[in-house]
């Protein structure tokens, strides 16, 4: 049986504006702000609700920061789960479409 | 330091327009006795116009913005404004007397995700407000709003700004805005208008009106840590910048100049003859204003005061000089520690008007 996907989409209850390599997340919510650096942007950044985060990994994270696969996507969920428990990123097992984000 | 100063920091570092400030009218329904703009709408930025300029500022990393006026709720376009700096995700704080604002106002503003609404507030007497404002029944419905913005889970401030309508006030409309549940800052600020008037500056506070608010333990905290005037001067202080106007803030009118804060009146440009970015980064004025570090500055890098001083280069520019001090905030920086500054004291000992400095001083919750 094939491992479940996970597709992560961001929130629209967020301000967020990229800083160079950094990204600052700020719920609208709770007022409570996150500085992404530039592996957590890279994620933030393909968190479109379409992309598997597996995809987001491998093409954004272990490409572009030379880390192994396994490594990456462990600290991928972990990073995945923070920013959902703050309702800034949303996680499903099945893609999102843009209707249904915003 | 915070995130956010850390952010700013680097927008510092990066060039970057980090927050803006964007009047998109200057018409109001009030006419606050102390107020520096004029109300003539003509001339004014379209809808388009405006979702222009704050695409054009989102593109260029602005993460912050405050949407003001005048009145903004007048512009029947408001809320589309609103609405477009959110799908922009801009961190969108609205400047407003709320006057405008009934139960549907307030539940948009939350469906939004309006970070915060900042509503000026002159007094808790309903008649005093009403003077200062002009608008009879003014202080009812921003009261009325506050409530519904409150009920619907927005998180709203009162800014009470002293002056001689309301001298004596701080205190009382502190813990109105304690009962209300709502953020509370006192701004010792008379700003001169725009056109350089400086008429309304008599409607200031005294001297020791001011010297009472800055050694209050509730609008300033550690009042000995605030008023300790032995802050050694250090390189990083004299390396840095008096404030963050034209470094990481950037003002638009509603007729579309961009000059570096609205209290900073130097011009810019015209959005309506060339891009925000051609401004942002070639503007002669600016680039002269980023030059300017605090130990350029030929009477203030040898003040006592220059450690901790809110010297805000807007006012000094007001007065003629932008590398000069502001002798309001010279006056705020005596009212602190009771020693005169440097420009005080080659001028003689003069206690200047106190009351147009920049100063904010949040309420200690």
Known sequence: MAATETYITQSPDIAC????????????????????????????????????????????????????????MADAKEFVDELARHGILSVSSQPVSPGEVL | MSLLEEMNRKATDLGIPFSAHVDITWRCNERCVHCYLDHDGKGEMTTEEIKDVLRQLSESGTFQISISGGEPLLRRDCFEILEYARARRMNVKLKTNAVMIGPKEAAR????????????????????????????????????????????????????ILMTYNSGQAKAVRQLAAELGVD????????????????????????QELEEILHSEEFVGNVDEFCDPSSAVNEDILEGY?????????????????????????????????????????????NELRSVHIRDLHTCSHCTHVAYCSRCPGLAYLEGDFRGPSSVDCGKSYARTGIPSLAMSRAGHSIPHVSSGLVQISGVQ
């Open chain 2, 184 to 207: 509370f800052v006192v701004d010792p600020t008379i700003t001169p208008k725009l056109n350089g008037d400086r008429s309304i500056m008599r409607l200031g506070i005294s001297s």
């Open chain 1, 17 to 72: 504006s990229t800083l160079g390599d950094d990204t600052i997340i700020m719920s609208t919510l709770d007022s409570t702000i996150f500085v992404l650096n530039s592996v957590g942007t890279a994620i933030w950044q393909g968190a479109d609700g379409a992309t598997p985060l597996s995809r987001i990994v491998q093409d954004k994270v272990c490409l572009e920061f030379d880390v192994t696969g396994d490594e990456a």
């Open chain 2, 109 to 160: 503003i939350k469906q939004l995700g309006i970070e915060q609404v900042q509503i000026s507030l002159y007094s808790h007497r309903a008649e005093v407000h009403d003077a200062v404002t002009k608008l009879p029944g003014s202080w009812r419905r921003t009261i009325d709003a506050i409530g519904r913005l409150k009920a619907n889970g927005v998180k709203t401030s009162i800014t009470h």
């Open chain 2, 242 to 286: 008096s404030c963050s106007a034209g470094h990481t803030l950037a003002y638009i009118s509603p007729f579309a100049e961009v000059f570096p804060c609205v209290q900073f009146p130097m011009p810019c440009g015209s959005l309506r003859k060339q891009s925000f970015r051609e401004i942002w980064q070639h503007s002669a004025a600016l």
